[in-house]
């Protein structure tokens, strides 16, 4: 609904007047008589190139018994978007991590992301949606069909949706990594000056004496 004043439409060699009216769609722009200003069509805010951090929690309920931790990181350029998502779950029946490279593209704050992943050893991908929404990350899942030796949404309905909270990010964008497994060190002892003997330990294999 636009305020009090007279707007003026080009379309015929006639001058048209409207007051107090209200404007549809189609009408792209309109020029103001008195002002001579245009008013632009609404468009959506534009996402600043830059580095974004999400995570989502979920905790276990009795619908729905499984706890998730997610964290996403994203670099926008221009359209493109880069990034990683890792996270753990656990349930029942299982409890595994995965993790991941993210790559696509955004458009009108909506990002289309094929997620190449890695869970309990076996490698995916999945096209992933996602949409921007007052400070947070939303993702909008549909039910997944196999195309192409990918998991896509059918996009059937209305989807369901994930909200992802903004967090602050790490000085870069990190590259994905395995889970961390223990370290095996070799079996030696050293002498220490109590007179007591240790054996290697911790993530660099070194002898510490009391």
Do not use: H
């Amino acid at each position: 609904v636009l305020g009090l004043g007279i707007y003026k439409f080009n379309f015929t060699n006639d001058d048209i007047f409207i007051q107090d009216s209200i404007m549809t769609d189609t009408i792209n722009k309109i020029t103001e008589v008195n002002t001579g200003n245009t008013i632009p069509t609404k468009i959506a805010e534009k996402i600043a190139d830059g580095k974004y951090c999400f995570n989502r929690i979920q905790v276990a309920t009795k619908n729905a018994p499984y706890s998730v931790n997610e964290k996403i990181k994203i670099e926008i350029k221009g359209d493109k978007v880069i990034g990683t998502k890792t996270g753990n779950q656990s349930g029942p029946d299982l409890t595994n991590g995965y993790w991941g490279d993210l790559n696509g593209s955004i458009k009108d704050n909506i990002l289309e992301l094929v997620y190449s992943y890695t869970v309990e050893g076996a490698n995916g991908k999945e096209l992933e949606n996602y949409e921007f929404q007052d400070g947070s990350l939303v993702k909008m899942r549909w039910p997944l069909v196999s195309k192409n030796k990918m998991l896509v949404p059918d996009r059937i309905g209305e989807p369901q949706k994930q909200i992802y909270n903004k967090v602050l990010c790490e000085s870069k964008i990190a590259e994905p990594s395995t889970p961390n497994e223990p370290t095996i060190c070799s079996m030696e002892a050293k002498l220490c000056p109590d007179g007591s003997y240790v054996g290697r330990t911790g993530s660099k294999c070194e002898f510490i004496c009391p």
